[in-house]
């Protein structure tokens, strides 16, 4: 039997042993960049709490006036306090309302007498019914008019994009509101009034997904979906005002700043189209600051629809705070702050930490 056949033992080389898959991890600087943004956005919404918590107990006056009847005596009121937890001194208040907080527990608003939680979990379908569309139009909108007003500088198209944007960001929306229902509703007609989600004598359809215009049309209820579409238009006008005309003015700048690059002149010079170069090189680079811009118009189109809905009488989250507000229902108007500082919070940190993930500069 020759050397070579004979069948060597022991362990294979190293070279030759099966390697396993190296599992990527986030580096060290990573991953501590992720705690300090998440323990700054907690450090942020702590704040919001503690100064709403201030303000609804040292400004708002006493809720006990608006629960026990007219003339009723002092030990009625003091049960009243005694059950709103207002007869501890103010730390020990704030100690309880953090407590139930961690717990999920909002109170329970005065004007409803139902949980916060419950109130804004039942609202919410309708601001989402009406932020949606706007944000989604809003967002392109303002987009395609900033790359145009960029690509067409100096023209007249460009001038009249401008005095648009300007326009649309120097009108305040309940003006604006109340100019659209007095045109379109009191003057021509064409549009409904501010009656909410549907006319009077139309019966909503059955819940599905919370908007009344999907539900609608799945349960193939055409013309309620129909009356549901035109109570949504003016509404929605008014909020894709506020969000297009800002996204317009970043997405002009960042694509005139894209236009006048070393690389865009390169493209040129090598003979590309006007279509590529745009779309190609310039369009990428110019949409980046817009997404900071989306962001807010996010947090505008949830939190800030609160004048729009109180004109409109839409019954989402907005009015909820406006009607907390005129009752001085502080559990009810601490819970929508809080939301608010959750939804801008989260909003702004993701996009912060986007950037500085995305590029080392920032991060440095």
Known sequence: ???????????????ARPRRPSRRRLPRGA???????????LLVVWGVVTFTFVVARVVAPDPTGLLVPPGASEQARAQVRSS????????????????????????TSFGTGQAVRADLTGRLPATLELAVPALVIGVLLGTVLGVISAVRR??????VIRVVTVAALAMPQFWLGLVLLSVFFVHFGWLP?????????????????????VDAV????W????QAVLQLVLPCVVLVCGIFAPITRVARSGMVEALRSEYVRTAHAYGFSRTRIHRSYALRNALLPVIT??????????TGAVLVEGVFGWPGIGQYALTAVQQSDFPALQGFVLYAAVVYVALYALVDLAYSLADPRIRS
């Open 84 to 107: 709103l937890g207002l007869d501890h001194g103010i730390p020990r208040q704030y100690a309880i309302y953090l407590r139930d907080l961690l717990h999920g527990d909002l109170g």
């Open 31 to 41: 991953l501590l960049l992720v705690a300090r943004k998440l323990g700054g956005a």
């Open 293 to 302: 811009m989306i962001a807010g118009g996010v947090a505008f189109a949830f």
């Open 193 to 213: 009034g501010p009656i909410g989600r549907l006319p009077a004598g139309v019966a909503p359809p059955p819940d599905v997904t919370g908007s009344y215009v």
């Open 218 to 221: 799945l349960a193939g209820r």
């Open 154 to 159: 100096g023209k007249a198209a460009d001038h």
């Open 223 to 226: 013309h309620t979906a129909w």
């Open 1 to 15: 039997m020759a050397v070579s056949d004979i069948a060597v033992t022991g362990p294979p080389p190293a070279d």
